[in-house]
C-alpha cells in the first residue's frame, strides 16, 4: 500500500472537502451516513455525543440475512440502502433503520459472479442525495432511484451506450455527486476515464482523460478556494473542474497506482494521501496563480498491506499495517503506535473513537488517541467480518459481511469484553498458558524466582537448538528485546498470529502447541508485521528472503531423495511458450531432461508439473529426480510450467489452459523432444489449485493424460464442470492419486477444506469405477509436505524397470 502525507499538519487534521458545496447538493444531516465515506466523504462523523458517559457497550439492536456483495451501507433518516445477490440477480435493496425489515428492492441486472478470487454480487456503494439514490452495477448499468420507495427514474449501461470500460472485477467505483452532476470514473477509451452525468437524466454531460481506470472513486474538494473534484486513476492523481471536466492538473501516480485501487484522503487545507500495497504517500497541492503545484510531502511503509483507506484526526492517521492497527504521525508518516488487537478490518471515525469491524465479525470501538489502543468496548454484530466498513447514522451502527447485515446500538452498560494490546511499549505480560512437562516446571519455576535471569541464562545454555519437544508437546521459545511477539505457521489451520506468552519481568517469550509425531511444520515468528526465522532453529525451508523454520517433530525423518545428489544429474533447460489460446501470454517452461538423455535416442515418458517454478525452487523436484530416477523412478522428461494467470487454475480460465496444454504444450514437447506421445506415458500433477487444474485437464483431455496427481486439491471455480466430465466419463486405466494432510487448507468461511474436497471427490471417483490412491499425512500443507509426498507420487506414476 502506498500512501503520501502532508508534513504540514499538525493538529485538526480532516478530509477537507468544500462542504458547502457537497450538501447542497446531498443534504445529509449529522445523523445520515449517505455515502461510503460518511456524510463529509472523510470516514468520519463529530459532535454526535453517543459516547458521552462514564461507560459504555455495544449491543446487536437487529440482524437480517442478506446475500453477497462488496457494496457498501448508506443511510438517510430510516433507509438503509445496501446491494446484495440472491445468487441469481444483484439488488439494491432499502431496509428499516429500526428493525431491518425490506423496505423495497431494485434488480440492477443478472449477478455478477465473482470469479478468480472475488465474491458475487454489487460492488459499488450506492450514493444518496436529495431524496435519490445513485448506484452502479458491477456489469456498467448505472441507475438512479427514488429513496422513498426505489421507483425507478432512470437507467444507462455505461458500457454499451457510453464507452466505459468494465475493470476485471466488475464497476467498483462510487458516483459522486457534484451539484447536478454524477461523476463516474468510467475508464473508457478516447477521453472517458471520468464522466459526468446529468443527475435528472442520467444523459453524458461530458468526460475527460485516457487513462485506465481500475476500483478508485472520485471526491471533491477544495484546492487554493477553488472546488474541484480530485480523480485518481491507474496512471495519475488530477483534479478536474466540476462543470466542464477540463483538466486543471495531474501528477503522474507511477509508484504504485497501477494496482487500481488508491483511493485519495484529503488532509487538511491542501494534502492528500494516496495509499497503495507496500506503502502510503502524502502529497501537497498548491495554488500560485494560475498554475498549480503538487510536491510529494513523503512516502512511508507504516500503512501498508491492507484495503481499508486511513483516517486522518488531530494531527494524526489510523489505518492499518497488514492486520496491525496503527497510528502515524501526519507530519511525517512515522508509527506512533501499533495494536495486534483488533486483528485487521476496516474501520470508520465517530466522536473521536475508531469504530472498526474485525475479520471475526466483532463491531470494536477504541480511542483515537496517540497515546496507544486504548479499547472501550466490542460485541459479536456477526459471524464474521469483511472488506465492507461500517457505517454510522441515528445513534447506531450498521455492519455487513457476505451472509448478514446487522445494526448495533450503544448501550449505558459496561463491556464485557475488552482486549488489550500493545503499543511502542511491551505487551502484556501473561502466565496464563497451559504449562506441561519439564518446560511447564521450569517456566514456573522462573515465575516465581527472584533472579529470573540466572535462571533463563542457565536455561538457554542448556538448549542450544530450538524448538523443545515433549512427547506431542512443541515448547517454542524466543528470547529478546521486542514489543510484540506472535508464532505463526501451518501447525495453525486458522491462518492467524498465535500471541506467544512472556514470562513477566524478563524478555523470555514462549507458547506451547501440541502436534502428531513424526510430521513436518513450518513456522515463523511475527515481531508485529515482520514475519522471521526462529534464530534458535537452524533447519529452513524456502528461498532467500523468504525462508520459514522447519520443524520435523519425533519420528519424522527427511526424504532421503531430498539430500544433495551424488551419483549422475539431469539437465535443465529453458523453452519459452507463448500461448495463443490464453490470449498470447508467454512464460518461461523448464524442461528437466534425464541424465544420459543428450547421449541415447531412447524416447521417454512425459511429466506436466503445474507451478513448476516453485516445485523446482521451493520442492526441489530436480533433486528428487536425479536421486529416484535409476532406483526407484524410471527416466523421464519433466515440463515444469509456471502459473502465467491465477485464472488459469481453478478460476475462470481453466478449460482454456487445459486446452492450451493440448493443443499448444503437449505437441510442442513431442515435437521438441524424444518423448513417448501416447496417454498413458504422460502424467501431470501439481499442488493446491494447480493440483485442480490437473485433475481437471486429465478428464478434460482423456487421450492425452493417462495419470494425474494433485495434492492438497480443493474446488475450483469450474467444479461443477469437473464434476460432469467424471460423470459423463467411461472407467479406464487412469492413475490418480490424492495427496493431503489432517493440516491441509482448510478456511470453512470461505467454503475451502482440502482434506474433505479430496475425499469427497475420491467417493465420486470410486463409485465411477476408477481407483484413486490416497496419501494422507499429518504434515502441515506447504513445500515441506509436498515434496515428502513427491516420490511416491514419481515411483507410482513411473515405476523404475
Not at 524424444?674 to 478434460?700: C, L, P, Y
Not at 474433505?756 to 465420486?764: C, K
Request: hydrophobic share 35%; with cysteine; aromatic share 10%.
Amino acid at each position: 500500500m502506498n500512501k503520501t502525507i502532508l508534513s504540514l499538519i499538525l493538529c485538526g487534521a480532516m478530509l477537507s472537502l468544500a462542504g458547502a458545496e457537497v450538501s447542497s447538493a446531498a443534504p445529509a444531516t449529522k445523523r445520515d451516513w449517505p455515502q461510503w465515506s460518511g456524510p463529509n466523504h472523510n470516514l468520519t462523523s463529530l459532535g454526535n455525543g453517543i459516547f458521552d458517559r462514564e461507560s459504555f457497550g455495544l449491543e446487536t439492536v437487529w440482524k437480517q440475512p442478506l446475500g453477497s456483495a462488496y457494496s457498501g451501507i448508506s443511510i438517510v433518516g430510516d433507509r438503509v440502502v445496501t446491494g446484495f445477490s440472491d445468487g441469481t440477480s444483484d439488488f439494491l435493496i432499502s431496509l428499516d433503520a429500526s428493525t431491518g425489515k425490506e423496505q423495497w428492492r431494485y434488480k440492477i441486472s443478472e449477478t455478477y459472479k465473482g470469479h478468480d478470487g472475488s465474491d458475487d454480487g454489487p460492488l459499488a456503494s450506492p450514493m444518496i442525495a436529495d431524496g435519490k439514490v445513485y448506484g452502479l452495477g458491477a456489469w456498467g448499468h448505472l441507475f438512479a432511484l427514488e429513496l422513498a420507495d426505489g421507483k425507478p427514474l432512470w437507467a444507462h449501461h455505461v458500457v454499451e451506450k457510453f464507452g466505459a470500460r468494465k475493470p476485471e472485477y466488475g464497476f467498483t467505483t462510487t458516483p459522486t455527486v457534484v451539484g447536478k452532476l454524477l461523476v463516474v470514473e468510467t475508464g473508457g477509451d478516447a477521453g472517458r476515464s471520468i464522466s459526468a452525468f446529468d443527475r435528472a437524466t442520467g444523459e453524458l454531460r461530458w468526460s475527460t482523460g485516457d487513462d485506465a481506470v481500475g476500483y478508485q472513486s472520485p471526491i471533491v474538494l477544495s484546492v487554493g478556494g477553488e472546488r474541484q473534484i480530485l480523480a485518481v486513476t491507474n496512471e495519475h492523481m488530477m483534479g478536474l473542474e466540476p462543470e466542464t471536466g477540463k483538466v486543471l492538473w495531474q501528477h503522474e501516480n507511477s509508484e504504485g497506482g497501477q494496482d487500481g485501487f488508491s483511493q485519495p484522503v484529503p488532509v487538511g487545507d491542501d494534502g492528500v494521501l494516496l495509499t497503495y500495497w507496500p506503502e502510503a504517500a502524502l502529497f501537497r497541492i498548491a495554488k500560485a496563480g494560475s498554475d498549480y503545484q503538487v510536491e510529494e510531502v513523503w512516502r512511508s511503509p507504516a500503512l501498508r498491506g491492507n484495503y481499508a483507506i486511513p483516517i486522518p484526526y488531530e494531527g494524526h492517521l489510523y489505518g492499518f499495517s497488514g492486520r496491525f492497527l496503527t497510528c502515524v504521525d501526519a507530519s511525517n508518516g512515522e508509527t506512533v503506535w501499533k495494536s495486534r488487537p483488533p486483528g485487521g478490518g476496516n474501520l470508520v471515525l465517530v466522536d473521536g473513537h475508531l469504530v472498526i469491524q474485525a475479520p471475526s465479525g466483532e463491531l470494536v470501538v477504541a480511542e483515537a488517541s496517540p497515546e496507544g489502543y486504548r479499547e472501550k468496548a466490542r460485541v459479536q454484530a456477526l459471524d464474521r467480518g469483511y472488506f465492507t466498513r461500517p457505517s454510522f447514522a441515528g445513534g447506531r451502527f450498521y455492519v455487513r459481511n457476505l451472509t448478514d447485515i446487522a445494526a448495533v446500538g450503544v448501550t449505558d452498560q459496561a463491556p464485557t469484553m475488552i482486549k488489550e494490546a500493545p503499543s511502542e511499549t511491551a505487551p502484556k505480560e501473561s502466565a496464563d498458558a497451559e504449562l506441561r512437562g519439564d518446560f511447564g516446571r521450569f517456566v514456573r519455576k522462573v515465575q516465581a524466582a527472584e533472579d529470573k535471569q540466572a535462571l533463563i541464562d542457565a536455561f538457554m545454555a542448556e538448549h542450544r537448538e530450538m524448538p523443545i519437544q515433549e512427547g506431542d508437546d512443541v515448547h517454542f521459545v524466543y528470547r529478546g528485546e521486542v514489543d510484540d511477539l506472535a508464532l505463526i505457521g501451518n501447525l495453525f489451520q486458522d491462518g492467524q498470529d498465535h500471541p506467544m506468552h512472556r514470562i513477566e519481568g524478563t524478555h523470555f517469550y514462549y507458547l506451547t502447541v501440541k502436534l502428531p509425531k513424526a510430521a513436518h511444520f513450518s513456522y515463523q515468528y511475527a515481531i508485529f508485521d515482520e514475519r522471521v526465522t526462529d534464530p534458535l532453529n537452524p533447519h529452513t525451508l524456502g528461498p532467500e528472503g523468504r525462508e520459514q523454520s522447519s520443524l520435523g517433530t519425533l519420528g519424522w525423518q527427511t526424504p532421503a531423495y531430498l539430500a544433495e545428489p551424488t551419483g549422475a544429474r539431469g539437465s535443465i533447460e529453458t523453452m519459452t511458450w507463448k500461448s495463443d489460446l490464453l490470449g498470447g501470454r508467454e512464460r518461461e517452461v523448464q524442461i528437466y531432461l534425464p541424465a544420459g538423455y543428450a547421449d541415447s535416442d531412447q524416447r521417454y515418458p512425459v511429466l506436466v508439473v503445474n507451478h513448476g517454478n516453485q516445485a523446482l525452487t521451493l520442492g526441489s523436484i530436480d533433486r528428487s529426480l536425479d536421486n529416484l530416477i535409476g532406483h526407484k523412478v524410471a527416466p523421464m522428461i519433466v515440463a515444469l510450467v509456471p502459473r502465467a494467470d491465477w485464472s488459469e487454475y481453478s478460476g475462470s480460465a481453466t478449460s482454456e489452459y487445459s486446452a492450451a496444454l493440448g493443443k499448444e504444450l503437449i505437441p510442442t514437447l513431442d515435437k521438441s523432444y524424444r518423448t513417448i506421445a501416447k496417454a498413458e506415458a504422460r502424467g501431470i500433477m501439481g499442488v493446491g489449485s494447480a493440483g485442480f487444474a490437473s485433475i481437471f485437464a486429465a478428464f478434460d483431455q482423456p487421450n492425452l493424460f493417462g495419470k494425474a496427481a494433485a495434492q492438497s486439491f480443493y474446488r475450483g471455480e469450474q467444479h461443477d464442470k469437473l464434476v460432469a466430465m467424471i460423470e459423463a466419463s467411461e472407467p479406464r486405466d487412469m492413475e490418480l492419486v490424492f495427496h493431503y494432510s489432517t493440516y491441509d487448507y482448510k478456511d470453512p468461511h470461505n467454503d475451502l477444506d482440502a482434506r474433505l474436497h479430496s475425499q469427497e471427490l475420491i467417493t465420486r471417483l470410486e463409485k465411477k469405477g476408477f481407483k484413486p490412491s490416497v496419501i494422507d499425512v499429518n504434515d502441515g500443507v506447504g513445500w515441506g509436505m509436498w515434496r515428502a509426498g513427491t516420490g511416491s507420487i514419481l515411483a507410482q506414476f513411473f515405476p523404475a524397470q
